[in-house]
């Protein structure tokens, strides 16, 4: 049989105008290829979050007259039950939040300190026992004061409108009744499961169904934590820090030769502190700083402020590279300067100046620098989830919680129904490190949320966490949008790379990166674009790596809506009415 392929390609094109698709818009109708979907647009309010059923939660919040500080304490506590593997109320928070009444930007730190019956010496004589120069993930040490719940009253107290029975009352119903668990999450329980169901404690009854994590679909029930979240709705947050759920702590600790005590919960408290900003291109970009690596992400832009990004073009070899280098040193700063501020004075001043930005911009050539070290002398003497909220009045939340590494450490209290985070693996053990451990610190932690204004009116929320990758997230989804021209969904489903092999916070103070690193990018970076980098000395590997999870929503002041995104990689939703 003979084909006439020029009568075929005719009738094709016929259907395709028919239709009313333009052959230049390749897969989508509208927007960028790669874009998964269209934003969400919202008119009174808007939640994104990792976890569909928290995001519907908000949105309840948002239409029964809740604020976004509201949604943002019921969502939370929400995803803490259905995506333990990533954070939970063992863990910590911070967040910043756009008042609109006073039109300020205020940034809440709730992070918890090390145990004060710890010392630096007791610790390097544990660690010694077990053969260890750091501190372990999963060991005791590396347990500190969970800050979330702290964080939820701090917040409630200052902008909170619903009452905290009523914000809790969802997440205590679906932990008594179940709720079935979404795909990302169930393959990350899965995985969890077996290195953490001997760790002592009740872990393996509170968190597997035979001893096994939960398989997608599948109802999964955790009544301890319902309960402890009824007695904190009950009881406040005194529930927690001093009451019943504080003696079960104390009493475990001491069963189990934990350092973490009944005083260490009670003197607990979160801080409101003044957040950084650097202005880009024309918007104010705010982050929390301290012991948080918010820093990392302003560091990074003043230095890509002096790149012409829009011509170099998204990307390509020359961005590509320019990022890569920014980040090399700018990761440099952040292994030798970001503490807790109460033990060390930061720099700041000097981090975040435009001029430093510029002196170390010129460090960068066009092939890729195989030594890098922090440009500011030292001062020696001194798994995540990301969500995001915003209400009909102009609130907006920027809420990140944490119990580090995944399902944290693995020791659930008996009838607790949470896992403690192992933030405190992440302390320096050099004693002249201003990151190193001491007792009552904050270690230095990896989870950030971002908030940008623009002539002065919050208009972005916006998160990508991921460990050390978070800052290279955050100038990524901000370059997509304001140097490319991206909206927030495609701005998230854009391609990413990764970076690894800098300088850690819990390294040897003087210790001297002299390697390169590698580069990881998602596979659909073109190969051509691969090729150049590797042309440029750097070493290259498509995929195999962690590339973060995004929510975000921008507040469009024109048309006096709301646009969400969330990442189309996982579980997550956003949504709005």
């Given amino acids: 049989?003979?084909?006439?392929?020029?009568?075929?390609?005719?009738?094709?094109?016929?259907?395709?105008?028919?239709?009313?698709?333009?052959?230049?818009?390749?897969?989508?109708?509208?927007?960028?290829?790669?874009?998964?979907?269209?934003?969400?647009?919202?008119?009174?309010?808007?939640?994104?979050?990792?976890?569909?059923?928290?995001?519907?939660?908000?949105?309840?919040?948002?239409?029964?007259?809740?604020?976004?500080?509201?949604?943002?304490?019921?969502?939370?506590?929400?995803?803490?039950?259905?995506?333990?593997?990533?954070?939970?109320?063992?863990?910590?928070?911070?967040?910043?939040?756009?008042?609109?009444?006073?039109?300020?930007?205020?940034?809440?730190?709730?992070?918890?300190?090390?145990?004060?019956?710890?010392?630096?010496?007791?610790?390097?004589?544990?660690?010694?026992?077990?053969?260890?120069?750091?501190?372990?993930?999963?060991?005791?040490?590396?347990?500190?004061?969970?800050?979330?719940?702290?964080?939820?009253?701090?917040?409630?107290?200052?902008?909170?409108?619903?009452?905290?029975?009523?914000?809790?009352?969802?997440?205590?119903?679906?932990?008594?009744?179940?709720?079935?668990?979404?795909?990302?999450?169930?393959?990350?329980?899965?995985?969890?499961?077996?290195?953490?169901?001997?760790?002592?404690?009740?872990?393996?009854?509170?968190?597997?169904?035979?001893?096994?994590?939960?398989?997608?679909?599948?109802?999964?029930?955790?009544?301890?934590?319902?309960?402890?979240?009824?007695?904190?709705?009950?009881?406040?947050?005194?529930?927690?820090?001093?009451?019943?759920?504080?003696?079960?702590?104390?009493?475990?600790?001491?069963?189990?030769?934990?350092?973490?005590?009944?005083?260490?919960?009670?003197?607990?408290?979160?801080?409101?502190?003044?957040?950084?900003?650097?202005?880009y291109r024309g918007y104010q970009v705010y982050q929390v700083g301290g012991n948080a690596q918010g820093t990392a992400v302003l560091q990074m832009l003043n230095i890509l402020e002096n790149y012409p990004l829009m011509e170099m073009g998204f990307g390509t070899s020359a961005t590509l590279h320019a990022f890569i280098e920014t980040k090399k040193l700018v990761y440099e700063d952040r292994a030798k300067h970001y503490a807790d501020p109460d033990f060390h004075q930061i720099p700041m001043e000097v981090l975040l100046s435009k001029q430093y930005a510029k002196e170390r911009g010129e460090l960068i050539t066009n092939q890729a620098m195989n030594d890098q070290s922090s440009g500011v002398d030292v001062l020696e003497d001194g798994d995540t989830i990301f969500l995001t909220t915003a209400d009909k009045d102009g609130n907006m939340v920027a809420l990140i919680q944490s119990n580090f590494r995944g399902m944290g450490t693995g020791f659930v209290v008996p009838g607790t129904g949470f896992s403690f985070q192992n933030r405190g693996e992440l302390f320096s053990t050099d004693p002249n490190h201003p990151n190193v451990y001491a007792p009552g610190k904050r270690p230095f932690h990896t989870i950030i949320p971002g908030l940008v204004t623009k002539d002065g009116k919050g208009i972005f929320t916006y998160g990508n966490m991921g460990g050390a990758y978070q800052p290279i997230g955050h100038v990524s989804i901000l370059t997509n949008i304001i140097d490319f021209g991206m909206n927030i969904q495609e701005a998230g489903d854009a391609p990413r790379w990764n970076h690894s092999g800098s300088s850690q916070p819990t390294d040897k103070l003087h210790k001297k990166t002299n390697s390169k690193g590698k580069v990881y990018v998602e596979s659909n970076i073109p190969y051509q674009t691969v090729r150049e980098l590797k042309n440029k000395g750097h070493r290259v590997e498509v995929g195999n790596s962690f590339f973060g999870r995004y929510q975000g929503i921008m507040k469009d002041l024109n048309k006096n809506v709301y646009f969400g995104a969330s990442e189309s990689r996982v579980d997550g939703q956003a949504a709005g009415f």
């Avoid at 979907?37 to 939660?57: D, K, W, Y």
């Fill in 1 to 279: 049989m003979r084909v006439n392929y020029t009568y075929l390609g005719l009738v094709s094109l016929f259907c395709l105008l028919f239709l009313g698709i333009a052959t230049a818009q390749g897969d989508r109708e509208v927007g960028l290829n790669f874009a998964s979907r269209s934003e969400v647009i919202g008119e009174n309010g808007m939640v994104a979050t990792s976890v569909p059923l928290a995001t519907q939660i908000g949105l309840d919040v948002l239409k029964n007259g809740g604020n976004a500080i509201d949604a943002a304490i019921a969502a939370n506590a929400a995803t803490g039950l259905m995506e333990p593997t990533g954070n939970g109320i063992g863990g910590d928070l911070f967040a910043l939040i756009w008042h609109e009444d006073s039109q300020e930007v205020y940034a809440l730190n709730a992070s918890g300190r090390s145990p004060i019956n710890l010392s630096y010496n007791q610790l390097m004589k544990e660690l010694k026992k077990i053969n260890q120069n750091s501190i372990p993930p999963d060991h005791l040490l590396s347990v500190s004061v969970p800050g979330t719940v702290d964080g939820w009253f701090e917040l409630h107290q200052r902008f909170g409108k619903t009452s905290m029975k009523k914000l809790l009352s969802p997440a205590i119903d679906y932990a008594k009744n179940g709720f079935p668990v979404t795909e990302a999450i169930a393959a990350a329980w899965s995985r969890s499961v077996p290195f953490l169901k001997n760790q002592p404690g009740a872990f393996t009854e509170t968190f597997s169904i035979d001893g096994r994590g939960p398989e997608k679909g599948e109802i999964f029930k955790n009544p301890d934590l319902g309960n402890t979240l009824q007695l904190i709705a009950n009881q406040g947050r005194d529930a927690f820090y001093k009451g019943e759920i504080a003696e079960k702590i104390d009493q475990w600790m001491k069963e189990n030769k934990g350092y973490l005590t009944s005083t260490d919960l009670a003197n607990h408290q979160s801080e409101w502190v003044d957040p950084i900003s650097t202005n």
